[in-house]
């Protein structure tokens, strides 16, 4: 029955696939970082973005749903594109420009800033907890950047603005038609980051290299990545219950700690494990909050 409550089992494998789905994301953004050492970053999210479309586009039509519908082009939609150009644009400068580590760390703040925006644009009440969580979760978020340490960089700033995009594009996505299906709204993401590439490749000013195979099958491999990381979130959050499976978001900060440490030989520190400490339980408490506020209705 589509209303019944999950079984253990339906949880079990909804939480299975929200970790598949973190890793996904994880290698996605493993892959990035190495090509963009190798190959501009307009160039790599133009040839990204284009793949992506591509790949919605075929999902789309498997599904019979219309890509061009009236209400892709709605002010809501043009807004969320908007966002989604941001959130695209700098969080791939923030991977390619600063440890994955830390910009994985900063992106774990998300649904802070999305209760924020919620409060603000949609008008959804926040008690006094969960502002007390919102607040403990930004202490986090600058005791991972430490904008007072003789070590800051500014390029730091750079994950927080793709983390703020992102927060956006989420927010307008809830106000998205029903009719608007996660295939269509994939494509015009996909779209938007080939917009956000160009626009990069412009002010950059570098010119496009021709690429060796290697480069070719990272940008491939993060794309099947993305697109697995994609599809295994929207399996997870349809097969378990929302709040039994969300918590696990947070195993993305584990794989991209992890291999930020492995793979790229980043360093940790005793404040940068605190801050993320700090951040994930606020988002934790954020969301324990909202799931005892929808059994209470």
Wanted: glycine fraction near 10%; proline fraction near 4%.
């Amino acid at each position: 029955m589509p209303n019944s409550k999950p079984s253990r089992r339906e949880n079990f494998l909804g939480i299975a696939w929200m970790i598949a789905s973190m890793a996904g994301f994880s290698i996605e953004d493993a892959f990035l970082k190495t090509v963009t050492k190798q190959v501009p970053v307009g160039q790599v999210l133009m040839m990204f973005g284009a793949g992506g479309l591509c790949v919605f586009a075929l999902m789309a039509r498997r599904v019979g749903a219309p890509l061009f519908h009236p209400q892709v082009f709605t002010k809501r939609m043009l807004y969320r594109a908007v966002f989604e150009f941001f959130g695209r644009l700098f969080y791939i400068l923030a991977i390619a420009l600063t440890p994955m580590s830390s910009a994985t760390a900063i992106l774990q703040a998300a649904p802070l800033f999305v209760a924020i925006g919620a409060r603000i644009f949609l008008r959804e009440k926040v008690d006094g907890k969960t502002w007390a969580a919102i607040l403990a979760g930004l202490l986090g978020v600058m005791i991972i950047l430490r904008p007072s340490a003789d070590d800051f960089s500014a390029l730091s700033l750079l994950a927080v603005v793709g983390t703020l995009g992102f927060v956006g594009r989420d927010l307008f996505s809830r106000t998205a038609p029903p009719a608007l299906t996660k295939e269509v709204l994939g494509f015009y993401g996909f779209s938007t980051m080939v917009i956000a590439g160009a626009s990069f490749a412009l002010w950059d000013g570098k010119a496009f290299v021709s690429l060796e195979l290697t480069q070719a099958l990272m940008i491939g491999a993060a794309l099947v990545a993305g697109v697995f990381g994609y599809t295994a979130l929207m399996t997870a959050m349809r097969t378990g219950s929302i709040g039994a499976v969300t918590p696990y978001r947070y195993s993305r900060l584990l794989f991209g700690i992890s291999i930020g440490v492995l793979v790229f030989g980043e360093q940790l520190d005793a404040p940068m494990l605190l801050g993320c400490a700090i951040v994930i339980g606020a988002g934790l408490f954020i969301g324990w909050q909202n799931q005892r506020r929808q059994l209470a209705q």
